[in-house]
């Protein structure tokens, strides 16, 4: 079975403080995303990247950057938190598609609280 | 990539089929149809997809009419564990499709006892 890990469940931050959110995947899969969702809004997205050291806006990069220096990780940063920015965060990871299809595989989210 | 529509919340009797309808009456030839769901706190997860024809897994079936504008999830015998937030998505396939999904509200599914 695909498995998408993320570093933490649960974490709290200070305003203005730099927050890494890991991600690793174990099934050699090119895509990988980052989401964030919220109450209303649904699910948007923030970065994705289809290779190594490639990476692509989304929706709402606005506030965040991304790092993919391995093909199993890739890493969501929050240069200075803002209270704005507390949230569900979500990774995934795919295939690239040759098959026709490449149906997204999601980690089990990291809750941020930024104070 | 075409836009879905479903409704925002459904309820269904434990044991008993629940049946999800989504339209989708903009999709394109070589756009497939997944379905998602999340149960409250976690990620989503990855349910059925298909094209054309009709698919079945260990988990559902999809059901997609033959013009393709709307299709169902259906799932046999609803438990309480399917309580969850379902999501039907249509996206294009396809090699170097970066395989971006645009979530919409989804339908709320709850099964009681």
Known sequence: ?115 | DAKTTQPPSMDCAEGRAANLPCNHSTISGNEYVYWYRQIHSQGPQYIIHGLKNNETNEMASLIITEDRKSSTLILPHATLRDTAVYYCIVREGGSGNTGKLIFGQGTTLQVKP
């Open chain 1, 1 to 115: 079975d695909v498995k998408v890990t993320q570093s933490s469940r649960y974490l709290v931050k200070r305003t203005g403080e730099k927050v890494f959110l890991e991600c690793v995947q174990d099934m050699d899969h090119e895509n990988m995303f980052w989401y964030r969702q919220d109450p209303g809004l649904g699910l948007r997205l923030i970065y994705f990247s289809y290779d190594v050291k490639m990476k692509e806006k989304g929706d709402i990069p606005e506030g965040y950057s991304v790092s993919r220096e391995k093909k199993e990780r890739f890493s969501l940063i929050l240069e200075s938190a803002s209270t704005n920015q507390t949230s569900m965060y979500l990774c995934a990871s795919s295939t690239n598609g040759l098959a026709g299809y490449n149906e997204q595989f999601f980690g089990p989210g990291t809750r941020l609280t930024v104070l």
